[in-house]
C-alpha cells in the first residue's frame, strides 16, 4: 500500500510569504504529526493530531504556525510571513493507534523549505 | 531542554564490526524507547523499541538496551554492514494530559567502512 505522502517535495520563498505543505497520511492512521528539522539539528515535534481529538499544539515555534486535518486524512501546516529560520525540512508521520509500544510512526519524504 | 540526547554526532566503524550508538535522556516518565534509521532524501524509518520495563530487545542484527538507573540506551549492530550507514535517531514516548509525546534526539551519523 500507499505510504505517507508529501507535497512538495521542495519549496523556495521568499521571506514574508506564506507557505502551505501538504501530507497524505496511510489510509487508516488515526495519529498524524508534524516535525521539523533543521540543518545538521535532530526532528523537532511541532503538532500532534489523533482522530477528533484537540490536536497538540505544543510543539509549534510560533503563530505563525498553524495545522490543519480533515478526519482522519489530509492534514496542512501553513507557515505565515516566512522568516530565515524557517528553513528546514518539514516531516510528516502517521501511525496507526496509540497503543503503548506499538506507536510505530511512518514518515513521509518531507517538504524542504528554503526561505530567501 | 534536551530531553533526549544523542552526544556523538558520528560514527565510523569497520565493516563486520560492532557499531554502538548511544542515547541519554532525562525524563523518568518516559515508557518507551525506540530508534529510527534515516537514510538522505527520506524520511525516517522505525527500527527497533524497548519498553522500560525490560532492559534489552534484539531483532536479527540489532539489540537495544536499555539501563534505567543510569537513564541510558544503546543500539548495538552486529555485524555492521555497508548498508548500515544512515543518521540513526533515538526517542522517547510518555503520555501526558491524554496527549502522547514523541521525543527525539540530535540523531548519530554512522558510517560503515567496507
Known amino acids: 500500500g500507499a505510504g505517507v505522502s508529501q507535497s512538495p517535495s521542495n519549496k523556495v520563498t521568499e521571506k514574508g510569504k506564506d507557505v502551505e505543505l501538504r501530507c497524505d497520511p496511510i489510509?487508516?492512521?488515526?495519529?498524524l504529526y508534524w516535525y521539523r528539522q533543521r540543518l545538521g539539528q535532530g526532528l523537532e515535534f511541532l503538532i500532534y493530531?489523533?482522530?477528533?481529538?484537540?490536536?497538540?499544539k505544543s510543539g509549534l515555534p510560533s503563530d505563525r504556525f498553524s495545522a490543519e486535518r480533515t478526519g482522519e486524512s489530509v492534514s496542512t501546516l501553513t507557515i505565515q510571513r516566512t522568516q530565515q529560520e524557517d528553513s528546514a525540512v518539514y516531516l510528516c508521520?502517521?501511525?496507526?493507534?496509540?497503543?503503548?509500544?506499538?506507536?510505530?510512526?511512518?514518515f513521509g519524504p518531507g517538504t524542504r523549505l528554503l526561505v530567501l | 531542554d534536551q530531553q533526549v540526547k544523542q552526544n556523538s554526532p558520528s560514527l565510523s566503524v569497520q565493516e563486520g564490526r560492532i557499531s554502538i550508538l548511544n542515547c541519554d535522556y532525562t525524563n523518568s516518565m518516559f515508557d518507551y524507547f525506540l530508534w529510527y534509521k534515516k537514510y538522505p532524501a527520506e524520511g525516517p524509518t522505525f527500527l527497533i523499541s524497548i519498553s522500560s520495563i525490560k532492559d534489552k530487545n534484539e531483532d536479527g542484527r540489532f539489540t537495544v538496551f536499555l539501563n534505567k538507573s543510569a537513564k541510558h540506551l544503546s543500539l548495538h549492530i552486529v555485524p555492521s554492514q555497508p548498508g548500515d550507514s544512515a543518521v540513526y535517531f533515538c526517542a522517547a514516548t510518555f503520555v501526558m494530559d491524554s496527549s502522547y509525546k514523541l521525543i527525539f534526539g540530535s540523531g548519530t551519523r554512522l558510517l560503515v567502512r567496507p
Open positions: 493530531f489523533q482522530g477528533n481529538s484537540a490536536p497538540d
Open positions: 508521520a502517521s501511525s496507526q493507534f496509540p497503543v503503548r509500544g506499538q506507536e510505530t510512526q511512518y
Open positions: 489510509s487508516g492512521h488515526t495519529a
